[in-house]
């Protein structure tokens, strides 16, 4: 009997080049949404500074220009926190899309190697049952032979 043959073969390795690919540019939009998500981290430590610095210098006593000058600084890293922030989401969003292609590719990969699984056990019980066959009309033959 010959050997096996599967084929979905070509399929199937397709499937788990595209999976790998995948899940390499899964595993980089999480490095993207990691340093994002330092970059926000960064610019909401820094107001949180600036407002400290704000709070000393308040109590301490400064011009209104100082006070104005404080207060567009403090709008402009809270600007940059909310831009931060928004990149963030989407950068999530993103991570989010590919982990479900991910997800799907997984999917895709499993039921073809399932169905991979499934013809190599019918393959192996036909090729069973042949070679019980096979060995049955041999002993067949040496008793034929035998008796006659």
Known sequence: MKRFQFQLEPVLKYKEQTLDALMTELSEAQMVA?????????????????????????EAGFTIVEAMEYETGQRVLEQRLQREQQLLEQRQRELEAKRAQVVEARQETHAIEKLKQIRRGEYDAAAAKAEEKALDDLTAARRAMAAG
């Open 34 to 58: 990691s340093a994002q998500e330092e970059a926000r981290d960064r610019a909401a430590a820094r107001l949180a500074e600036y407002d400290a610095e704000f709070a000393e210098k308040r």
